[in-house]
């Protein structure tokens, strides 16, 4: 007898700082850990299996990430009922947003998605404490002006190489990014929050190990002179050569959304 199916997305956010990142991992906490282990709890002897839409770093948050359930022979009766009892179960820096059945057909890791990615920042002077969960902090006083002007070159297709962690060179790094810009913060707000902060706001379809975040290692060496806007053209050029030496810290990253299309 052939075990029977069902299907569902849910839909999840989670404040990355204490985690170990996604993926499951011996010895440490991660989101994937937990999440199934509450599932575990609440669905009792009912089996199951989740996977990811893809992997956040350790320190990553997530406004609106992605996971599939597959539950096998007994199908969930009410999704607000079950969502209840998952929210009530799961740590506190863990939330589910929404639930919907999809059929077999659907993928969550193949399927075409765009992300969209935030890396939150403010610059000239050290902030709150209580910011370092979602806000990076450079100290250094940075040219805002021409990093806008840098992040709008990684628009487009091109060779992202450079803006990959360990990059070989058996690897395939053509990637399109159909937006990349700086605007001023209005979407994360504290009353301990600096006057004045950043966010880099990226959408693609697919991103690399660390490259957003190389991305704006690469804008905050533009904003201290280190680094020019050709040197960033140069960098996306299908013989570039240039491995990028700065990484920006993680828990300024977000990601913000994943829209299936």
Same mark, same amino acid.
Request: net charge neutral; with cysteine; charged share 25%.
């Given at each position: !007898?052939?075990?029977?199916?069902? %299907? %569902?997305?849910?839909?999840?956010?989670?404040?990355?700082?204490?985690?170990?990142?996604?993926?499951?991992?011996?010895?440490?906490?991660?989101?994937?850990? !937990?999440?199934?282990?509450?599932?575990?709890?609440?669905?009792?002897?009912?089996?199951?299996?989740?996977?990811? &839409?893809?992997?956040?770093?350790? !320190?990553?948050?997530?406004? $609106?990430?992605?996971?599939?359930?597959?539950?096998? =022979?007994?199908?969930?009766?009410? @999704?607000? &009922?079950?969502?209840?009892?998952?929210?009530?179960?799961?740590?506190? #820096?863990?939330?589910?947003?929404?639930? *919907?059945?999809? #059929?077999?057909? @659907? =993928?969550?890791?193949?399927?075409?998605?765009?992300?969209?990615?935030?890396?939150?920042?403010?610059?000239? *002077?050290?902030?709150?404490?209580?910011?370092?969960?979602?806000?990076?902090?450079?100290?250094?006083?940075?040219?805002?002006?021409?990093? *806008? $002007?840098?992040?709008?070159? @990684?628009?487009?297709?091109?060779?992202?190489?450079?803006?990959?962690?360990?990059?070989?060179?058996?690897?395939?790094?053509?990637?399109?990014?159909?937006?990349? $810009?700086?605007?001023? +913060? +209005?979407? %994360?707000?504290? +009353?301990?929050?600096?006057?004045?902060?950043?966010?880099?706001?990226?959408?693609?379809?697919?991103?690399?190990? +660390?490259?957003?975040?190389? !991305?704006?290692?690469?804008?905050? *060496?533009?904003?201290?002179?280190?680094?020019?806007?050709?040197?960033?053209?140069?960098?996306?050029?299908?013989?570039?050569?240039?491995?990028?030496? %700065?990484?920006?810290?993680?828990?300024?990253?977000?990601?913000?959304?994943? =829209?299936?299309?």
């Amino acid at each position: !007898m052939f075990d029977k199916r069902f %299907y %569902y997305l849910i839909k999840i956010q989670y404040l990355g700082y204490r985690f170990h990142g996604w993926q499951k991992q011996p010895d440490v906490k991660t989101i994937h850990l !937990m999440i199934d282990r509450t599932l575990k709890y609440i669905l009792k002897d009912v089996r199951f299996k989740t996977l990811g &839409a893809g992997r956040t770093d350790a !320190m990553v948050s997530a406004n $609106e990430a992605a996971l599939e359930l597959f539950i096998y =022979n007994e199908p969930l009766i009410d @999704f607000d &009922a079950f969502l209840n009892l998952f929210n009530h179960n799961l740590p506190q #820096d863990i939330r589910a947003l929404s639930i *919907k059945e999809v #059929d077999k057909a @659907f =993928n969550i890791i193949q399927d075409s998605k765009l992300k969209e990615y935030h890396y939150v920042f403010s610059q000239g *002077k050290k902030n709150h404490p209580f910011c370092a969960p979602i806000l990076t902090t450079i100290l250094e006083p940075l040219n805002i002006s021409l990093m *806008k $002007e840098g992040a709008k070159l @990684f628009e487009g297709s091109h060779n992202f190489k450079t803006y990959c962690y360990r990059a070989t060179d058996k690897g395939q790094y053509f990637r399109t990014i159909d937006s990349s $810009e700086i605007i001023d +913060n +209005n979407i %994360y707000t504290a +009353n301990f929050f600096p006057e004045h902060s950043y966010v880099f706001k990226v959408v693609g379809k697919g991103f690399m190990r +660390n490259q957003i975040r190389l !991305m704006f290692g690469c804008l905050i *060496k533009l904003g201290r002179g280190e680094v020019t806007l050709d040197y960033i053209e140069n960098t996306l050029q299908q013989d570039s050569t240039e491995v990028m030496d %700065y990484i920006a810290p993680a828990s300024g990253l977000i990601l913000h959304s994943v =829209n299936f299309q």
